[in-house]
């Protein structure tokens, strides 16, 4: 191996451990923005943030995008930033942070299954089996309640549904984006699909909610905002753009490492905010992690 190949490949190791603590650090963010903001607060100022960080990436290039394209990206950047952005924050009003972080690592899952039901592409015996022991664990988690027993799918832990909602938007995005953008760089994609949904956040944030009525009264309100910014600005905006760095520079599969990172850096955060995890939840948990590694070992 050559100096400049260990250079590389020390530097993809770095994105790698820089993207984790990142993405695995947004659902304590979101744990803290709710203390004083509703989840479609917290949602919608954290795409404002993050849209309004990468304006000067996205304000040049729009004016150079046809109709059609920037009908595509407002597609993409309502599945793969909007929605979920809403739904994560309705979940940890129920859910704790450490299990919802485990929950999003069963993204890569939805984009094999959703590619198998309608972009035919195939499941491989391989991935099939990856799958079984992931939704196995899905159940366990959703199942498992805070009395050491059982419950249906109504209840606290039925809102771990919100996350699985959000993960099969990012596994249709992906796929859109593959088939779609093929002429796009991926800065562009990211930056200008932010931009098209900020008019939709700023209305729902302004004339929708209570948020600056907040501001105003609550005098915890302006540190819970300091949190959202941090995920809107680094979380999304700066994630997002590491992601695509690291996707170039490494490989897709390498990038993929970090489905199996997030969960643990999420599950330390919650650990030492206090969050209780009972012996059922790690049972899940490991069988998410075990069921997404089988499924995507090469």
């Known amino acids: 191996m050559t100096q400049t190949t260990k250079e590389n ?21 979101i744990k803290r923005g709710l203390e004083v903001f509703s989840p479609g607060e917290v949602g919608a100022y954290r795409m404002v943030a993050a849209a309004s ?27 793969g930033s909007f929605v979920p952005a809403f739904l994560f924050p309705i979940a940890q009003t129920q859910l704790s ?45 959703v ?21 699985l909602v959000a993960c099969i938007c990012y596994g249709i995005n992906l796929h859109f984006i593959k088939i779609t953008f093929t002429e796009l760089k991926s800065i562009e994609i ?11 956040a700023l209305l729902y944030l302004f004339a929708g909610t209570d948020f600056t009525y907040k501001l105003n009264t609550n005098p ?31 490989s897709p599969f390498f990038a993929s490492l970090v489905t199996y990172t997030i969960p643990i850096v999420a599950i330390l955060w919650g650990v030492m905010d206090g969050e209780v995890l009972l012996l059922g939840h790690y049972f899940g948990m490991a069988a998410v992690i075990l069921g997404v590694w089988v499924s995507n070992r090469k």
Do not use: C
């Open 220 to 250: 915890k309100a302006w540190e819970a905002l300091g949190y959202i910014t941090i995920l809107g600005m680094v979380g999304t905006a700066i994630g997002l753009i590491l992601f695509n760095i690291m996707i170039k520079r490494a």
């Open 53 to 79: 960080l990468l304006l000067p990436l996205s304000l040049p290039r729009i004016r150079h995008l046809s109709k059609s394209q920037l009908k595509n990206l407002l597609v993409t950047g309502l599945l």
């Open 143 to 163: 199942a498992f309640k805070e009395g050491g027993g059982w419950d249906s799918l109504s209840g606290i832990n039925g809102y771990a549904l919100y996350v």
């Open 190 to 200: 990211s930056s200008i699909s932010l931009l098209m949904i900020l008019p939709m």
């Open 97 to 141: 942070s450490s299990l919802t972080g485990v929950l999003n690592a069963l993204t890569p899952l939805f984009v094999v299954l959703l590619g198998a039901l309608f972009f035919k592409t195939k499941i491989t015996r391989q991935n099939g089996i990856g799958l079984i022991i992931a939704f196995a664990g899905v159940i366990v988690l």
């Open 9 to 29: 490949s020390l530097l993809n190791w770095i994105l790698l451990v820089v993207l984790t603590l990142i993405w695995g650090s947004s659902f304590i963010l």
